[in-house]
């Protein structure tokens, strides 16, 4: 199987910053899409930001200019710099990666456990 392991949550104050990462291990596959989602309370989980095909990237509206997805192929590791934290960036953080199989092609879909980011006024 796939682990998601991810890490560097806490509570910070508006206007700093936080790097989250998420180690991948476990059973290699195709990957299409490997980023970083959100969930606040009384929320749908969002998409933060993610890398799609090949080295393309995607992010939300609210954390463009603010946060950056980096990753770390020898470390199968992938990185989110938090920057301009505002207070309404306060949520649950998962890492998430999706694909296919090597083997039969089956699609398939990782999420991480989770870390909190909270972010004082």
């Known amino acids: 199987q796939v682990q998601l392991v991810e890490s560097g949550g806490g509570l910070v104050q508006a206007g700093g910053s936080l790097r989250l990462s998420c180690a991948r291990s476990?059973?290699?596959?195709?990957?299409?899409?490997m980023g970083w989602y959100r969930q606040a309370p009384g929320r749908q989980r969002e998409l933060v930001a993610a890398?799609?095909?090949?080295?393309?990237?995607n992010y939300a509206d609210s954390v463009k200019g603010r946060f950056s997805i980096s990753r770390d192929n020898a470390k199968n590791t992938v990185y989110l710099q938090m920057n301009s934290l505002k207070p309404e960036d306060t949520a649950v953080y998962y890492c998430s990666a999706s694909g296919s199989s090597y083997v039969s092609g089956q699609k398939v879909d990782y999420w991480g456990q989770g870390t909190q980011v909270t972010v004082s006024s």
């Open positions: 476990g059973r290699p596959f195709r990957i299409t899409t």
């Open positions: 890398f799609t095909s090949g080295d393309s990237t």
